[in-house]
């Protein structure tokens, strides 16, 4: 069983809110991914990082940011959220880009 | 950069054979790799090919073609438990993994 958690599972926050996604993993894995995703759709990959302090942005451009400081940890924060930012966010993990591991997500609705 | 082209649907009856096929264009490609993810949650990992041929893990097979930028998931005796979305993704040298489009098969009795 794959041990990446997010929390939280459900955000409903107003326009402008700060927020940050929190996203661990305890295998000890080097890559991690944020994807976002809206229903029926394609995962578009919006960050990722090799290591500690290493991030990159992936091909979707977006708002937000991300920091690894700690292997375990792979936080996403948005500075000021708006309604186009409503879609379900999906951190990943994987020793290699082989296997990936998923958390359950976090489905952000900003009104 | 890198994309992934999926049929957006397929459709099949229980017990029988489906295929479904991901074209990609990447530079630095590592390999190819299949996930399902099922409505409301998240994608999990099915097969994974590096080299050109065919790997089978029980009732999935995941067949790749370097040469063509090509390859396949199939599904044998379907169940409806399959019903879901599946999606190809490739690795890079850049440690990007990059999704496809996502295919989705419906499973009917």
């Known amino acids: 069983e794959a041990d990446i958690y997010q929390t939280p599972r459900y955000l409903v926050i107003g326009t402008g809110k700060k927020i940050t996604l929190e996203c661990s993993q305890t295998?000890?894995?080097?890559?991690m991914y944020w994807y976002q995703q809206d229903p029926g759709m394609e995962l578009h990959l919006i960050h990722y990082s090799y290591g500690v302090n290493s991030t990159e942005k992936g091909d979707l451009s977006s708002e937000s940011t991300v920091s690894r400081i700690r292997t375990e940890h792979f936080p996403l924060t948005l500075e000021s959220a708006r309604p186009s930012h409503t879609s379900q966010y999906l951190c990943?993990?994987?020793?290699?880009?082989?296997?990936?591991?998923f958390g359950q997500g976090t489905r952000l609705t900003v009104v | 950069g890198q994309s992934l082209e999926q049929p957006s649907e397929v459709t099949a009856v229980e017990g029988a054979i489906v295929q479904i096929n991901c074209t990609y264009q990447t530079s630095g490609f590592y390999g190819l790799s299949w996930y399902q993810q099922h409505d409301g949650g998240a994608p999990t990992f099915l097969s994974y090919?590096?080299?050109?041929g065919l790997e089978e893990t029980g009732r999935f097979s995941s067949f790749l073609s370097r040469s063509d930028s090509y390859g396949y998931l199939l599904l044998q005796e379907l169940q409806m438990k399959d019903s879901a979305s599946y999606f190809c993704?490739?690795?890079?040298?850049?440690?990007?993994?990059?999704f496809g489009t996502g295919t989705r098969l419906q499973v009917f009795p």
């Open positions: 090919n590096a080299l050109d």
């Open positions: 295998m000890g894995h080097d890559k």
């Open positions: 990943a993990s994987s020793e290699e880009t082989v296997e990936a591991f």
């Open positions: 993704a490739v690795s890079a040298y850049t440690d990007k993994l990059i």
